[in-house]
């Protein structure tokens, strides 16, 4: 997978840096073209010499060579790279790169780059374990970075714990399995819905809910990056989501959103609900504002809105692939397994707002995956992209089976 890939490896001045030779040496004997940027401190813990003669390309640590005035542009670095690995990724250049700081060569080269990001991040137990780090850690996921996890073991300090940079063999592997997933939805067709329905009262008020869309997105993103062509079918939202395989198809109520999806069902792959459709809508939509005199002792007549999830189900061909969310506050398992069983679903996605950093309005997600034939899987809370990164490696599986 990583045969005439061109790998950027950003080495910053933490001691794990004598694992870095190695790891070039693997990457190019895998077939990659491999270039370094290092921080001035990197120096102090592996020569340019040694990384030179292993990558086969001059060591950029400076914007140029005081000595002859060669130029190592972080623009055209960053856009040569297939892929960008910083390691290690000491908890200082985490931090300058959670607040944007660009003070060195790599820094501005990360901050122009357009292609993945991995960094692998090394230090002593308790600076891992500090707020600020995780805090750090958790902004750069969120801006897209991939975080290749540190394990557990003895470290330079002497101390045990987490904070050890991984192996170079584990990164190596850990670059080809996302090479791989990248084109594991190649010619799927995905529809997806994302975010709340509004339905109007009068030209001024609506009935809705707290749905802000970042799963559906974070879920969108996730299938366009492995190769699915997606249509996403999105209601209200304070988000967008730049990318050539998706679609945004914006609609407003539950009645907009039903004709939508059900219009582009017939020619999807797989389909994934995560809409908050609201299941009430007013039975009487009245067309000039309701005054406060009017509004006095004011009733609303609601009725139900269209069952998309159920329509879908009913609707469902047998190469078709059926995922639902469900978000509830008690008896959780129990009622989304029923709702996978009346829904005709493939797989429901349980959400409860009994935990902490779950459901409307967080950056974090905590789901338990209930497929309609084996057996449950829970997770734990992540970012709802990973969340999103789990869910499609679930239904790769369910898919294969």
């Known amino acids: 997978m990583l045969q005439g890939k061109k790998i950027l490896l950003g080495i910053t001045g933490g001691i794990a840096a004598y694992k870095i030779p190695l790891l070039i040496r ?3 004997k895998r077939g990659a073209e491999v270039r370094v940027v290092a921080t001035p401190d ?3 813990f592996v020569t340019p010499l040694t990384l030179s003669v292993l990558s086969q390309n001059p060591v950029a640590v400076a914007p140029f060579n005081p000595d002859d005035g060669t130029w190592y542009s ?6 040569w790279a297939d892929l960008m690995v910083i390691a290690p990724a000491t908890a200082n250049t985490m931090a300058k790169m959670a607040g944007g700081i660009a003070d060195n060569l790599l820094l501005t080269t990360w901050l122009a780059s357009r292609c993945p990001v ?5 230090m002593d137990v308790d600076m891992f374990n ?3 780090t995780g805090g750090n850690i958790s902004k750069l996921m969120q801006m897209g970075n991939i ?3 540190p394990g557990s073991g003895e470290l ?4 045990c714990g987490e904070g050890r940079m991984e192996e170079p063999e584990k990164i190596v592997e850990l670059l080809e399995e996302y090479l791989h997933k990248r084109n594991d939805f190649a010619g799927k067709k995905v529809l997806i819905s994302a975010g709340p329905t509004r339905e109007p009262i009068d030209p001024v008020r609506y009935i809705s809910n707290y749905s802000t869309g970042r799963m559906g997105y974070a879920i969108a993103a996730a299938f366009a990056e492995r190769g699915a062509e997606v249509r996403l079918v999105s209601g209200p939202v304070e988000i967008s989501i730049n990318h050539p395989s998706v679609q945004v198809l914006p609609v407003t109520t539950a009645g907009e959103m039903f004709e939508a999806c059900t219009s582009l069902w017939s020619d999807s792959d797989l389909a994934v609900m995560t809409a908050a459709v609201a299941d009430f809508t007013p039975e009487n939509r009245v067309t000039e504002k309701i005054s406060k005199g009017e509004a006095a002792g004011l009733h609303l007549n609601l009725v139900r809105t269209p069952d998309i999830l159920k329509t879908l189900g009913d609707t469902k061909k047998a190469n078709q692939y059926l995922v639902g969310f469900a978000l509830e506050t008690q008896h959780e398992l129990e009622n989304a397994k029923a709702k996978c069983q009346n829904k005709k679903a493939d797989l429901i996605v349980l959400n409860s707002l009994r935990d902490a950093g779950a459901g409307f309005g967080t950056l974090t997600n905590k789901v338990t995956l ?8 829970s997770l734990p809370l992540m970012s709802k992209k990973e969340v999103a990164g789990k869910l499609l490696d679930f239904i790769r599986i369910q898919l294969n089976d």
């Open 74 to 79: 972080h623009v055209d670095m960053a856009l």
């Open 26 to 28: 693997l990457l190019k």
């Open 42 to 44: 990197a120096l102090h």
């Open 370 to 377: 209930v497929p309609a034939t084996g057996e449950t899987v």
């Open 118 to 122: 991995f960094f692998a991040p090394a």
């Open 130 to 132: 500090h707020p600020c």
């Open 147 to 149: 975080q290749i996890e």
């Open 156 to 159: 330079a300090s002497g101390l």
